[in-house]
């Protein structure tokens, strides 16, 4: 029994990112609402980046500026990949709510299941 | 009536700082938390804020959307023209360390220069989505 | 110059996507695509020859070693790729001056274009990459710019379609990066050959299993793998015809190479065919895709759809083989992918040239247009000859390298699907062609005429290639074949 706590204390930040993933999906696939779909999206990338930085930390690491008084320092590199993968993530986020707008202006309606209605009736 | 004067005031106190915080933001992301991208959101934020308390058309007069439209790609040709300069000095594409006559000061030149392109396009970016969403269903 | 190719056949149609993005009217950025699709084609061309005389080509970024930093890597299948792309870009160029200009409001044509030359470069960027973060970076370049195209559509149901295309689609490259996660903890480098090269060396085999899986379903989504296709019979019909014609022809090629990539050389046999049954589900959902996709094909009243169906179907024969695996089997996969893209090309190309006259293209609207639009519709009828496979077509070349290959490890049974469907694609092609052939003209078009030369001589460019290296496939099936031993022949 102490071992499960253990090892989830030990390793939070897993659990922690695999909870995120899977409720951003949940949210994405569950939900009708075309912003909550987005909302779930991002809750989704959000997780991705934990699964890069967590593990750039290393036990004993300082800063990654080269400084002659330190030997460890923290891995400074999936800071960069998720800095882009953020970038990458608030554009399809503009997009997506854009698109939103645009829908909302066409259909009177972002509910996914208003808008396939209306399509049917073509 | 008594709250938005209060908005007003503060905003017009905090926005200088908002913005040398962007430029701090900027050019310290050699040695801590920063860069382009960072600055360039604190910087849109600081503009977006000034045109949500005072509204789009002044906000306009200030920044007119042709010239957050022309900076988009502005940014963009800065950081692909520091590329191709190295290009032209005898290195790879991006290769910094060919363009000054040392490694060492080409290298900081580079990366200034590639952060300032990000900066630009970034918060010209951000302003330039304010604007799209913000100017929407205003009778146009 | 000549040695710093790779990195200008990714910069010369981001240069142009930047300058299209600065002159607002629409014949300047038409005149900025145009020259940058053929610069970027010549490139792509000279980058080809270099690979064939010359081996692999590798370029670093930077200056960086490759272990640090982004290595652009070139060889065959990469160069295959690169000139596929480029050439459809190039050849649609023309075809997109009367095209966008009839279905894109006038001040938003530059923005097309801009937002095409984007996912021109993000392309292109995929295929020349050999970092994996990198190949992420330009698979969400070309997806996000292809929802904008998308979304430009004439129907309100083009931004529905380029909304489900984003959220599938993110939830696609986000897996993939969560597998290169994975990957990049256990191997220490992003360099696709690197990771390649050390996962040899790893011990603990679970998280580059999870990697694997990760990234597969993320690239099936980008490939639309059945059942993970579900965005793109919407987001092909309803997208504007230049829009419909550069994606189809393109983006899943691309997907596909990157898929091929991963496969073979990155993960290798051992993972790949030893400890996942990669080979057994991709064969089962390639066979799926080709029924289930062209049973639902036959079904459309609306041209476009029953296309982006038959595409589905399609990307089925390319992942067939691909999950054979063998020399030929491989070959014949990525022979097709070139033969799609020119049938697709095609294909798409004579549906713009109608919905240029015709607005929707609805089977029965399009009812004796051959009368009308002979030239068209007989680019049609020679591209869907090519998609059934009638020998003398490039869809014979490509069926004909499955066929051997499933006979060859002796699954006669996969053969005689293969022929089957075919049969499949022989009746939704000969709907339409009787359809426009054999009908009296509907009342739309009465009023047709015949498509404008900027449309017709791109049109029978491509269609004229489908028979042209139908019969002389020396050079395609060549190519293929070089790419395919390359591929199966590395290390991993």
Known sequence: MIDVFSELASHYNQYITVFLMVAGLYIVIARGNMVKKLVGLSLFQTSVYLLYISPAKIVGGTAPIVDPRFAVYSNPLPHVLILTAIVVGIATLALGLALVVRINEAYGSIEEDEIFERDQDH | MRLDVILRVTTKLILPFMLLFAVYVQFHGDYGPGGGFQAGTIAAAGFILYGLIFGLPAMMRFVPAAIVEALIPLGVLIFAGVGVYSMLNGGNFLDYSHLEHDPVHGQEWGVFLVELGVFITVSSTMIAIFYAFAGRGRGE | MLQHLPVLQVMVPLFGALVAALSRRPGPSWLVMTAASWIA??????????????????????????????????????????????????????FA??????????????????????????????????????????????????????????????????????????????????????????????????????????????????????????????????????????????????????????????????????????????????????????????????????????????????FAYSSVAQIGYITLGIAIATQTGLTGGIVHVINHGLIKGALFMALGAVALQVRHCHIEELAGLGQKMPLTMSALVVAGLGLIGVPGTVGFISKWYLIVASFEVGWWWLAVLIVASSLLTVVYVGRVVEAVWFREPSEVARGAREAPLSMLIPMWLLAGATVFFGIDANLTAGIAAKAAAALLGSPG
């Open chain 3, 97 to 306: 001056h009367r095209s966008v200009a009839s279905e894109i409001p006038e001040d938003r044509i530059a923005w097309f274009y801009t937002m095409y030359l984007l996912a021109l470069t993000g392309l292109l960027g995929i295929a020349i990459t050999g970092d994996a973060f990198n190949a992420f970076v330009f698979l969400e370049v070309s997806s996000l710019s292809s929802y904008a195209l998308i979304a430009l559509g004439r129907d309100r149901r083009a931004l529905v379609a380029a909304y489900q295309y984003l959220i599938l689609g993110t939830i696609g490259a986000t897996f993939y990066v969560i597998g290169v996660g994975f990957l990049y903890v256990t191997t220490g480098t992003l360099n696709l050959g690197l990771i390649g090269e050390r996962l040899a060396a790893v011990e603990s085999t679970r998280p580059v299993l999870t990697a694997l899986a990760f990234i597969t379903v993320g690239i099936s989504l980008k490939l639309a793998l059945f059942p993970l296709h579900v965005w793109l019979p919407n987001a092909y019909a309803y997208a504007p015809s230049t829009a419909t014609v550069f994606l189809a022809a393109t983006a899943t090629k691309v997907a596909i190479y990157l898929f091929v990539r991963y496969l073979f050389t990155v993960f290798g046999d051992r993972f790949v065919f030893a400890e996942l049954p990669i080979q057994q589900v991709l064969i089962v959902l390639s066979v799926a895709a080709i029924f289930g996709a062209g049973a639902v094909a036959i079904f459309q009243s609306d041209v476009k759809r029953m």
């Open chain 3, 41 to 94: 084609l010549a490139i792509s061309v000279t980058l080809m020859h270099q690979v064939l005389t010359g081996g692999v080509i590798s370029y670093h970024i930077g200056g960086w070693d490759p272990s640090l930093g982004i290595e652009y890597r070139v060889d065959v299948f990469s160069a295959l790729i690169l000139v596929l792309v480029s050439g459809i870009a190039a050849v649609s160029a023309p």
